[in-house]
T-cell receptor
């Protein structure tokens, strides 16, 4: 079945550092890919998405490019802020079934 | 515009007791989802509704879990009886179910259940 794999473990970094969170997927066909963010005490919020190969999703300084050849959708931000501290989830949806398959999530902690 | 509203935010019960969670989706969203999120894991789909019809409930443990969306708007998820392993966060989400935004799901803050 469809699945998403995120890199293991929390990510701790200093303010203004570069952030990368790896995400790879396994799916039949041509899924849509998403990054969701969960701030403490809040629900998941859509951060960005890409619906076809080579699409780049971007929002709030975050970017991710849909790479079909490597089945990846890595999240990047050039200069993180303390307010970016949250849990980040990579997810996919195969068009037609509306079921989101999530990765395990990565806790990001940004230290001032 | 109001987002997805869930209640209660927290619930503590003893095992073997019943419990119910309520969800009010974004106005006009035809599709409603219930997800289970265990600690340190991503959400997993329990059930999906298109209007009042449950179209994907293959992951719902039907021996103790039930859900309804009688008028195609609000939904209730019930567990009876609850077990220790049911301790988790229960998330509700909704989407338009149509067009280009079909796959974009909007989540509520969740209900954190603790079974003692």
């Amino acid at each position: 079945g469809d699945s998403v794999t995120q890199m293991e473990g929390p990510v701790t970094l200093s303010e203004e550092a570069f952030l990368t969170i790896n995400c790879t997927y396994t799916a039949t066909g041509y899924p849509s890919l998403f990054w969701y963010v969960q701030y403490p005490g809040e629900g998941l919020q859509l951060l960005l998405k890409a619906t076809k190969a080579d699409d780049k999703g971007s929002n709030k300084g975050f970017e991710a490019t849909y790479r079909k050849e490597t089945t990846s959708f890595h999240l990047e931000k050039g200069s993180v802020q303390v307010s970016d501290s949250a849990v980040y989830f990579c997810a996919l949806s195969n068009y037609g079934n509306n079921r989101l398959a999530f990765g395990k999530g990565n806790q990001v902690v940004v230290i001032p | 515009e109001a987002g997805v509203v869930q209640s209660p935010r927290y619930k503590i019960i003893e095992k073997k007791q019943p419990v119910a969670f309520w969800c009010n989706p974004i106005s006009g969203h035809n599709t409603l989802y219930w997800y289970l999120q265990n600690l340190g894991q991503g959400p997993e789909l329990l059930i999906r509704y298109e209007n009042e019809e449950a179209v994907d409930d293959s992951q719902l443990p039907k021996d103790r879990f039930s859900a309804e969306r009688l008028k195609g708007v609000d939904s209730t998820l019930k567990i009876q009886p609850a077990e220790l392993g049911d301790s988790a966060v229960y998330l509700c989400a909704s989407s338009t179910g149509q067009g280009a935004a079909k796959n974009i799901q909007y989540f509520g803050a969740g209900t954190r259940l603790s079974v003692l």
